[in-house]
DNA sequence: CGGATATCAGACCTACTGACATTG
DNA sequence: CCAATGTCAGTATGTCTGATATCC
């Protein structure tokens, strides 16, 4: 096969096998038993990943508008996950960061969330395939956040 | 790392890079100039692949509900990039296939789709990052679509 | 005044659940 | 009668665009 169509092959075959992990992700779990969505999980662990931040950082980082990702944080916030504070040197932000509570959420929620997918995991992949998605994810995130 | 931090920690990251991607592929997408979305056009390229089916089934290899893919299938249908006849077997099925509209569609549309994404893979991967990918993306696969 | 930040309002996409008729 | 298919209706989530006020 020629590199351009292995590129093309492969930027397809990507593409939906994310939408399938995706929707099957959406299937196994259990909205019921837990306040929180996907997404906002996501933006509370970032936001303790990489320390206080502003929504429109936070937007331009996960590359969605500024007001999307205000809705996000006014559930977080709402909920006392997060908090924020006018930045005293520039009055027109707001810094953000998590709170106690948020911390203590992160570190045994997440865990179940994701539970049913590393349970698969662990059932369907030895070694050398785990590391294959480890890479995998370091690419992808390498390939989403690339400056054109 | 122990075995089952590994797993736990590649679904963790695996997850949050998909959805960096997926972020980023919708503002790299043009809408206006598209008329179907990224949903459409990949259940589109499905019943090709596939061939001839019926909702349910598509349902069921997506992992949604009957009548959110009835919903789909629907647009692709008023548009006639598909079309259904009721099963003479089976009167409750109406069977669902591509059209030559469809067909023609499906070889100049997806090129496009993902041309943002293809072009970006070829400018930051080697060809073994490339193969990764591709592995990542058939493990994944199995993994969306293993039966507990 | 131009640029950045935040927020309000309205819309759309894509899922979901529940209820129903038809057919096997 | 029970199971599967398809469809109608209503709801929720997460995104979008457009408009507005505030601050640098």
Redesign the interface.
């Known amino acids: 096969m020629e590199?351009?169509d292995?590129?093309?092959?492969?930027?397809?075959?990507?593409?939906?096998?994310?939408?399938?992990?995706?929707?099957?992700?959406?299937?196994e779990s259990e909205p019921r038993v837990m306040p929180w969505t996907?997404?906002q999980l996501?933006i509370l662990?970032?936001i303790i990943e990489n320390g206080p931040t502003t929504v429109s950082d936070l937007a331009r980082a996960?590359?969605?508008r500024r007001q999307s990702m205000a809705e996000t944080v006014a559930v977080l916030r709402a909920d006392g996950l997060i908090g924020a504070e006018p930045d005293p040197d520039d009055r027109r932000k707001a810094v953000i960061s998590v709170t106690e509570k948020g911390l203590a959420l992160s570190t045994t929620i997440?865990?179940a969330r994701?539970k049913w997918?590393?349970a698969?995991?662990?059932?369907?992949?030895d070694?050398r395939?785990?590391e294959?998605?480890?890479?995998?994810?370091?690419?992808?995130?390498?390939?989403?956040?690339?400056k054109?």
Chains 1, 2 share one sequence.
């Open positions: 590199a351009r292995q590129v093309a092959k492969t930027a397809a075959e990507l593409t939906s096998a994310m939408a399938r992990l995706r929707a099957r992700l959406r299937a996907w997404s996501t662990g970032r996960e590359h969605v997440p865990a994701e997918l590393a698969t995991m662990a059932e369907l992949l070694s395939e785990c294959v998605l480890l890479e995998a994810a370091s690419i992808v995130n390498r390939i989403a956040q690339h054109d």
